[in-house]
């Protein structure tokens, strides 16, 4: 009997749990945003922001709300170390990658960063959070300048892609070189269309994980989303 009621309360207070995988560029304040969140979530605080080094490799929290458990795994930055990312695609429920909004040198590197993700293949059906960090800081872009500014990332991208591919056409010879083109360019069509509506739909929301200003609308954002992916998926 004592264990028939054991097993009925572990069903009845079991939480489900998600991983949420935390990536952007070294120094983008993604460690900050994870001690952050712990420190508003959990009763031990996480580490203060002048405690916190670079990350080599990742660190990883965890946090306890209504019927569910985000696990998080915040990853290196570096270009060094950007490769194990991948590795966490395939077992991870969402993305954060979080932007520092404040240090425009490093934007274009950012949005190229960024552009890898959001074409993932890995990562097509999974929510996909932009945050841009540190607008406490005065020269941090807003929002609506982040988005302006992917924006014309990417349709100067759009237009190197389109001139590469008018180079490479001419001179080329037909028959099976030119079907072959053809299946080519319906592939890259359909990869486009595919990102653009991946673009359309993202959400993107501005965050101080210094003064933690916008952290629980990010948490709150996952905690959603992870949860509506789960349904879908029942």
Known sequence: MYHLVRGFHEYLTRKDEFSIVIIGLDNAGKTTFLERVKSLYNDVPGLSAERIGPTVGQ???????????????????????????????????????????????????????????????????????????KQDSPSALSVAEVRESFEAFQRAALADAAGQGQGQGQGQGQGREAQGEDAGKAARGEDELAKAERVATLDVLGMSALTGDGVKEAIDWLYSRVQTARKIER
């Open 59 to 133: 660190n990883i929290g965890q946090i306890s709300l209504p019927s569910t458990t985000l696990r998080f795994f915040d990853l290196g930055g570096q270009s060094t170390i950007r490769a194990i990312w991948e590795k966490y695609y395939d077992e991870c429920h969402a993305v954060v990658f979080v932007l520092d909004g404040a240090d425009q040198a490093r934007l274009a590197e950012g949005w190229a960063v960024f552009d890898s993700v959001i074409t993932s293949p890995r990562l097509l059906n999974l929510p996909l959070l932009l945050i841009v960090n």
